[in-house]
């Protein structure tokens, strides 16, 4: 469960280049490598997704977790959601300053932000054998499709273009908005079949997007399918 904090402004997280500097630092020099058919993958913990991910009940079967680093994974989370609610409660507060110390206060906050990811995915990887964390990255991209590739550092890996990304943008506000006109069928079985058909289309275009090549590193990170269930 999303700490209620953070809970409506989860995926809309904007980091300053400078923290996003420190980030991608990271990213090169402060983790192992997770080679995947000669590229490399590997997920930030920005806005949190790939740590909740981790702590969905299928995944941690999958990925084999002991119930050491559950707790682990468990107290990071509370760590990171604590840490991040705060960050949220002072941009609240920024609007009603002057200008000048609006764009301080911004900057001090993306700082925080960029920090709090590097911290938080040097420890989320720390807990992780390469084994599972080769494996952590192919159920979330099993899990979370074409939408994944909107990422940031899924689409550096993947070598996604400026034009791919677009298309990739465009399917993604059509799965929305068509998703959202849903709210006016009240029929579950019906809401759930046209949801379905949503989705799979989607996903369908979605990989038309892509090169061969794309395709094929996608599909080889992804590995062997798996059974994901929400938690409860």
Not at 4 to 32: D, E, N, R, Y
Not at 48 to 56: E, I, K, S
Not at 164 to 174: H, N, P, Y
Request: glycine share 8%; proline share 3%.
């Amino acid at each position: 469960m999303q700490p209620p904090s953070v809970h409506k402004s989860l995926w809309f997280v904007c980091l300053s280049i400078g923290s996003m500097g420190v980030v991608a630092a990271f990213a090169q020099q402060s983790t192992p490598s997770n080679a995947v058919n000669g590229g490399t993958i590997r997920l930030r913990i920005q806005a949190g997704p790939p740590l909740f991910h981790a702590r969905n009940e299928s995944v941690q079967k999958e990925l084999r977790i002991d119930e050491e680093t559950r707790r682990k994974l468990n107290e990071l989370y509370a760590s990171w959601g604590e840490q991040y609610g705060q960050i949220q409660a002072e941009q609240g507060k920024v609007s009603g300053l002057p200008e000048a110390e609006r764009q301080a206060k911004n900057n001090e906050l993306n700082k925080r932000r960029g920090e709090l990811d590097f911290v938080t995915t040097k420890k989320f990887y720390s807990l992780l054998t390469e084994e599972q964390i080769v494996r952590f990255h192919g159920t979330f991209l099993q899990v979370h499709g074409i939408r994944a590739l909107l990422r940031t550092d899924v689409g550096r890996w993947l070598e996604i273009s400026e034009k791919q990304l677009k298309q990739l943008g465009d399917l993604e506000t059509a799965y929305r908005r068509g998703t959202a006109e849903l709210m006016n069928v009240t029929d579950s079985q019906e809401n759930g079949r046209r949801h379905r058909e949503l989705l799979e289309e989607r996903e369908r275009k979605g990989l038309e997007v892509l090169t061969e090549e794309q395709r094929k590193k996608l599909a080889d990170a992804k590995g062997a399918p798996f059974e994901f269930k929400h938690n409860p």
